[in-house]
């Protein structure tokens, strides 16, 4: 199995990079959308070789976030306001997920209407995927 400084190595040489970590991608939300202030609950949906896909939940709202290693940085595809997530104590975000045709290791999640999203399934083998946002987002903000 190659060492984390080779697998670093290997890297610099393609020209991409590691994936940023977690305190990495809220700093670069907090910066971009001038979004403060704790707590922050963050969820993995997908994980390849090349990619990660993130759901990060923060005092302004919900982020989906791509970093891909042939990317320069992490891209935020898209973001919900906090006041378009609840209503009171109430989740109104709408949340869907789908076998995935193509695999039986991905899945497909739809939130909020937004574009579909592939999720890694190994993931969520504890709690389904819809249960996973629903918790992150009650933990986040429902009190």
Not at 22 to 51: C, I, T, W
Not at 123 to 134: A, G, N
Request: charged fraction near 30%; proline fraction near 5%; hydrophobic fraction near 40%.
């Amino acid at each position: 199995m190659p060492s984390k400084a080779s697998n670093l190595l290997t890297r610099l040489m393609e020209g991409t990079r590691e994936f940023a970590s977690v305190p990495d991608l809220v700093s670069r939300l907090r910066r971009r959308y001038k979004d403060q202030g704790d707590p922050v609950e963050a969820l993995l949906l997908f994980v390849s070789s090349n990619q990660q896909t993130w759901l990060i939940a923060t005092s302004g709202g919900l982020y989906c976030v791509i970093d891909r290693h042939d990317q320069p940085d992490p891209k935020v595809v898209w973001r919900i306001p906090k006041e378009d997530l609840v209503d009171g104590n109430r989740i109104k975000l709408s949340v869907d997920a789908f076998e995935d045709p193509d695999s039986n290791r991905t899945g497909i999640v739809v939130i909020d209407g937004q574009a579909a999203r592939k999720f890694t399934a190994g993931l969520f083998v504890r709690k389904t995927i819809v249960e996973s946002i629903r918790d992150m987002l009650g933990k986040m903000y429902v009190r």
